[in-house]
């Protein structure tokens, strides 16, 4: 007797093209990535807050620059101070084994922010050769990282 093994990308079939579509519709609502983050502020004015939800040992050690910096567990004491609710924000954390902006992000919805999260993190917009600025170094930006970015000659 021969057996086989189930295709496991197909075990649960794909879904039905309308309900794939309003998926990926909202998830785009919720989320966006470094290379578009990076492509709006050095755009002019890109519509949105870019906020760094990490500690401040977190910030001092790198973010992105023109970053506001309100870590998640002080959202509820000084969002109101820093944020218009009248213009998006767009969260980010370390990278993707971090929910830190997730919860930020969570954190603002719930007080009526419109929000997204920026997928990848400090981490990915390092790895794609974005400058940071660092806490007594200033602007620094690292080579690309050729399995996240085209390394441009």
């Known amino acids: 007797m021969t057996t086989t093994t189930p295709n496991p990308v197909l075990a649960v079939p794909p879904a039905a093209p309308d309900q794939a579509a309003a998926w990926f519709a909202a998830k785009l ?46 959202i509820p004491l000084r969002a109101a101070r820093l944020l218009d609710p009248a213009v998006p924000v767009v969260t980010y954390c370390w990278g993707p084994g971090c929910d830190g902006a997730t919860r930020a992000a969570h954190a603002l919805s719930s007080r009526g922010y419109r929000v997204k999260e920026m997928i ?34």
């Open 120 to 153: 990848g993190g400090i981490e990915y917009w390092i790895r794609e050769g974005f400058p940071v600025r660092v806490a007594g170094a200033g602007l620094l930006t690292r080579a690309v990282d050729p399995l996240t970015a085209p390394v441009r000659d």
């Open 29 to 74: 609502a919720a989320q966006t990535d470094v290379s578009d983050v990076h492509a709006a502020l050095t755009g002019g004015d890109p519509g949105f807050v870019l906020l760094d939800t990490r500690d401040l040992a977190a910030w001092r050690q790198g973010h992105v620059p023109g970053a506001v910096h309100l870590p998640t567990r002080m």
